[in-house]
Antibody, heavy 119, light 106 residues
């Protein structure tokens, strides 16, 4: 059974940093690209960042480019999102998703971790 | 960047009805379009990819169509469990933009 478990969310002050983790199991992690998607309270889904299966291709949404860094450790079946220079508008539930092999389609989602940026 | 729009933003229907949600891309994305369902308080999950291919386990009352810039999600024989917000997403290339969502009430 595919499982994605996010951790690392919490309350942080504007300008601060946070590192999210996603522990993957139930599939061969190093064969799949991964995404982070976020959802602000009461709002829609926003694609944040993506990483190919060997970390060769990294892409970021404009709202986080230059502040967030996506990475992965295939030996540890883990995905990460380093978030720096956080802003109030980064407050959201952050979901880790697995991407299908035939396109950047999120076929499995974690339960999400809440990040709150507030002073 | 390609923008994604959806209409309507919300709709109300009755059990047994058939409803159609539209998604439009600002440029041609061929059939690189996915639909997701998010029930209230729950995690989103994949319904359709390739504009019209049902993800495993999705009931056949959900159908997707379209290509290029205009796409549809049709739900036939509405059931109360279909109450959710539906999102389209382009995946031809980054950014993998979502539409703003369509909230369906029954």
């Amino acid at each position: 059974e595919v499982q994605l478990v996010e951790s690392g969310g919490g309350l942080v002050k504007p300008g601060g940093s946070l590192r999210l983790s996603c522990a993957a199991s139930g599939f061969t992690f190093n064969e799949y690209a991964m995404l982070w998607v976020r959802q602000a309270p009461g709002k829609g889904l926003e694609w944040v960042a993506s990483i190919s299966h060997r970390s060769s291709y990294l892409y970021y949404g404009d709202s986080v480019k230059g502040r967030f860094t996506i990475s992965r450790d295939n030996a540890k079946n883990s995905l990460f999102l380093q978030m720096d220079a956080l802003r109030a508008e980064d407050t959201a539930v952050y979901y880790c998703t697995r991407v299908r092999r035939d396109g950047y389609i999120s076929d499995y989602w974690g339960q999400g971790t809440l990040v709150t940026v507030s002073s | 960047d390609i923008q994604m729009t959806q209409s309507p933003s919300s709709l109300s229907a009755s059990e047994g009805d058939t409803v159609t949600i539209t998604c439009r891309a600002s440029q041609d994305i061929s059939n690189f379009l996915a639909w997701y369902q998010q029930k209230p308080g729950k995690v989103p999950h994949l319904l359709i990819f390739g504009a019209s291919t049902l993800h495993s386990g999705v009931p056949p009352r959900f159908t997707g169509g379209g290509s290029g810039t205009d796409f549809t999600l049709t739900i036939s024989g509405l059931q109360t469990e279909d109450v959710a917000t539906y999102y389209c997403q382009k995946y031809d290339s980054a950014p993998y933009t979502f539409g703003p969502g369509t909230k369906l009430d029954i």
